[in-house]
């Protein structure tokens, strides 16, 4: 499928945030395992406040796509840039510092921390290097934000010993205590019950604005809920990067989640 | 502050009065425990709160054993505050070197990675006998300190108490907080924004400054330094008393190191077979107890 | 004459590739670190040259590889089986072992070094190439080659091979399939093992059989397996070579800086390519 998309697109960008500062720039980024091509030459960008949602049915190379934003992984060619500064050769802490927060698919919380000291953790990161020595402690704007999702009075319990929705709470709360100015959500309502999810919606939808968000679902009443634009991705390359609009009535993508597109 | 921090005074009260109350043999021997005791909290910075089993560990105690032995016996340093000095910055710098190297892998890989750069010392020591009497090693080493026996035991208490009170900091502080980060889930730090590469560093500058503290005493005690003090038999008793006490616990390695050195010097009387009866005590340790006795009895404790 | 040096080291990687391969069937297909794998290389080759004086070159070597086999089996039923992919506490429990192995081998051989006697129709020499080389020491080099080739092609071009590596990656699935790898593990285990054994039994010619074997062993076994990747066979192959041949050369021609020469290998590989000779960048 080729990439139509140039930075020329965005002066007919329909979205409330087409005038907003670039906050990611993705550019023809390829990642290949041996002989299988997981991400093909993926071009996009994402401005500053907005939420896209990147979709696409299993095996599409979401999460890879994930991982190489993030720095698990390192693209065989291509570029990143966040907020105009190149992130392509950058070990993942330091994409970390400069502002990129992300949830993983599968929970990656301390199980063997108390639910408080996992919080702690994503707290004292910003001051580590001048108050390496001291006692940690949780701010308060993270107790409010235990609060907000219903776990402060579970602060002291070992997470090991929380529900899996409770769980996975906790690893929603471990990227926005963060309070990354770019945040990527890997499939956030994975394994949540519905009131659950609505609640992570909600959230979602408080973020747009101050945050810019890059999000993996694939519950499509949450995408269309939250998203102005959507990226589709299939086999590993873009099939698709509209609004969410253009993207509800495109024939293609509605051929490659139900498998009649071949490559 | 440090719960059960009554405890642990007395403990302290009691070891400032064993000379008073034992027998010179006995105190040696609690002297053995306290600088084994100091040796096994150091690895356990690094297996119980960083998660790493380093079998390089053992660097840090030889080299500043050779240090104090080499120093000594060839007469060029008699000022005990000097002696120590260079033994320590030997046993941090030889520790900087190979964590640089170790570092560069992780998983199982550090741990083998530990072990060969522990062995090569050794084997260094071994071939160089002009400088560290080869085989043989260095004897006849003495304490450039006129204080007795009695001197040494109160001297070695000093030590092991800022070693027990630089456990105690670290087990509180942020750092020692980030080094369990790690030890959990070392991935997820990194996306918090953490350097993890650099703690771990420190992590290790920090153990091999504590272990090359357990060196220089030792070497002073027995008089004596040799390949061994680089080899597979301390690694392992040290290892032995981190498991058995409870890894990731202030006094778990010291309650291990009374227990070994302990029974070591009991069976001693009865048989030669100590590295047999190490052996089954490790791999019965770690099918069955794994986690040690001071973890089991917290768990008891808190039902 | 360097040939014979070059011979030489060709021979130590030979019987240190006997020891990685045996690391590499353990590791590949069970996870298991074997620290006492050393110990197997000294207690097979002290079974082995105690037995030559009595019954001869051949069966103490038989016996010496057979006697590790079945006590590598019992350690596996018996200790490790049901620690089952916690490679950390397999990896702590077989180093316990080697204690016991080392306590074990003083008790019965009180310390003597011992070397076994090359049996006659290997004892003699050959002519070639202007050198006169030992034939025992070309005995062992094809012998090795014959094993390595046949390992990889189990691993390459079998049913088994691919039953195998598929083992590695997804136990569940193999079972799953109906396969049963509980034989295939006990057999790897006792082949593992075997294949030390026969390292020491025929190594210990040369080496020698002596208390402090097993550690100097197992160091450079495991610097190889970290230098060619764990789980390689092929990453055996080229790190016993480079080992063998740079221990060998290092011994004869700069005898005084002896271990630096492996060290000088390890910190290469270690700075400049740290995923391993072979490995690959993620």
């Not at chain 1, 997981?38 to 960008?45: G, K, L, R, Y």
């Not at chain 1, 599968?106 to 580590?128: G, H, P, Q, W």
């Not at chain 3, 006659?120 to 094809?142: H, K, V």
Request: proline share 2%; glycine share 10%.
């Amino acid at each position: 499928m080729p990439n139509t998309e140039t930075n020329n697109d965005y002066h007919r960008d329909s979205s409330e945030h087409g005038n907003n500062p670039i906050a990611v720039s993705i550019q023809g980024i390829t990642k290949k395992f041996g002989n299988m091509t997981a991400v093909n030459d993926v071009s996009f960008n994402v401005h500053s406040g907005e939420l896209r949602a990147v979709i696409g049915p299993n095996g599409a190379g979401k999460t890879t796509l994930f991982n190489l934003i993030c720095g698990n992984l390192t693209c065989n060619s291509g570029k990143i840039v966040l907020f105009g500064k190149d992130i392509t050769n950058l070990p993942l802490y330091r994409r970390a510092r400069l502002g990129l927060g992300r949830t993983y698919q599968r929970n990656s919380i301390f199980f063997n921390l108390s639910v408080a000291e996992n919080v702690m953790l994503a707290d004292m990161s910003k001051e580590i290097s001048h108050n390496t020595f001291g006692r940690p402690k949780i701010k308060s704007e993270s107790m409010e934000l235990l609060k907000q999702f219903g776990l402060d009075e579970k602060a002291d319990k070992m997470t090991q010993e929380l529900a899996y929705g409770e769980q996975r709470k906790l690893e929603i709360i471990l990227g926005l205590a963060l309070k990354s100015k770019v945040l990527l959500l890997d499939e956030p309502a994975a394994g949540l019950s519905p009131e659950e999810t609505s609640e992570i919606v909600r959230l979602i939808k408080a973020l747009k604005g101050e945050k810019t968000v890059i999000l993996i679902e694939h519950d499509m009443d949450v995408v269309f809920g939250v998203a102005d634009r959507i990226t589709v991705l299939h086999h590993g390359e873009v099939l698709a990067d509209d609004s969410r609009e253009s993207i509800k009535n495109n024939p293609t993508v509605r051929d490659a989640y139900f498998g009649t597109a071949r490559r | 502050m440090v719960r059960n921090f009554k405890a642990y005074l007395c403990l302290l009260a009691f070891l400032i009065c064993v000379p008073v109350i034992f027998s010179p043999y006995y105190t040696s021997l609690v002297v053995k425990i306290m600088i084994f005791g100091i040796f096994a909290m150091s690895l356990d910075i690094l297996l119980g709160y960083t998660g790493l089993l380093s079998f390089g560990h053992i660097i840090g105690w030889g080299i500043a054993s050779y240090a104090v032995g080499i120093l000594t016996s060839q007469g060029i340093v008699s000022n005990f505050f000097v002696l120590l000095l260079i033994a320590l910055f030997a046993g941090i710098a030889f520790n900087a070197v190979v964590a640089v190297l170790a570092l560069r892998t992780s998983g199982l890989y550090f741990v083998l990675v530990t072990l060969a750069l522990a062995e090569i010392a050794r084997c260094v020591a071994v071939k160089w006998h002009s400088i560290t009497g080869g085989v043989d090693g260095i004897s006849g080493i003495t304490l450039p300190l006129e204080i007795g026996e009695t001197g040494f035991y109160y001297l070695t208490f000093i030590f092991f108490v800022i070693c027990l009170c630089l456990i105690c900091w670290l087990v509180d502080s942020r750092f020692g907080r980030v080094l369990m980060g790690i030890r959990e889930n070392e991935p997820r730090m990194q996306a918090l924004g953490y350097d993890t590469w650099l703690f771990k560093y420190i992590a290790i500058l920090f153990a091999g400054f504590m272990a090359s503290m357990a060196g220089f005493l030792f070497c002073l005690f027995n008089r004596y330094v040799g390949p061994g003090d680089l080899g597979f038999g301390l690694s392992g008793e040290a290892l032995l008393m981190v498991l058995i006490g409870g890894m990731g616990t202030i006094i778990g390695p010291f309650i291990g190191s009374v227990i070994l050195v302990v029974l070591k010097n009991a069976l001693s009387m009865y048989t030669t077979h100590w590295m047999l009866i190490l052996g089954i005590l490790f791999v019965f340790c770690v099918k069955f107890f794994p986690e040690g006795l001071v973890t089991i009895l917290k768990k008891k404790i808190s039902r | 004459m360097f040939l014979v040096q070059l011979l030489n080291g060709i021979t130590w990687s030979a019987i240190l590739f006997l020891m990685a391969s045996g690391f590499y069937m353990l590791f590949g297909l069970m996870r298991i670190i074997n620290m006492a794998h050393g110990s197997f290389y000294m207690f097979a080759g002290y079974i082995t040259a105690a037995l030559t004086l009595t019954v001869g070159f051949w069966i103490g070597l038989l016996v010496g590889v057979v006697s590790i086999a079945i006590i590598g089996v019992l350690i596996y039923v018996g200790l490790l089986k049901s620690l089952h992919k916690q490679d950390l506490k397999q990896l702590l429990l077989t180093f316990g072992l080697i204690y016991v192995f080392l306590d074990i081998t003083q008790w019965l051989w009180h310390g003597q070094v011992l070397f076994p006697f090359k049996p006659d129709i290997l004892d003699g020499s050959a002519r070639f190439l202007g050198i006169i080389y030992p034939i025992y020491q070309l005995i062992i080099i094809a012998i090795v080659i014959i094993i390595g080739a046949a390992l990889w092609l189990i691993q390459d071009k079998t049913k088994l091979g691919a039953i195998i590596r598929a083992g590695v990656d997804d136990e569940e699935m193999v079972r799953g399939l109906g396969i049963n790898l509980a034989p295939i593990f006990l057999g790897a285990f006792a082949l593992g093992a075997a294949l030390a054994g026969f390292a020491g039994g025929m190594g210990a010619v040369f080496t020698g059989a002596y208390l402090g074997i097993d550690t100097e062993i197992l160091t450079l076994g495991l610097i190889i397996v970290v230098i060619g990747g764990l789980g390689s066979l092929q990453g055996a192959m080229l790190g016993s070579l480079l080992i063998g041949l740079a221990d060998t050369l290092g011994k004869a021609y700069l005898p005084d800086f002896a271990s630096f020469t492996i060290f000088t290998v390890m910190v290469l590989v270690l700075v400049f390519r740290p995923s391993g000779l072979l490995g690959k960048q993620t």
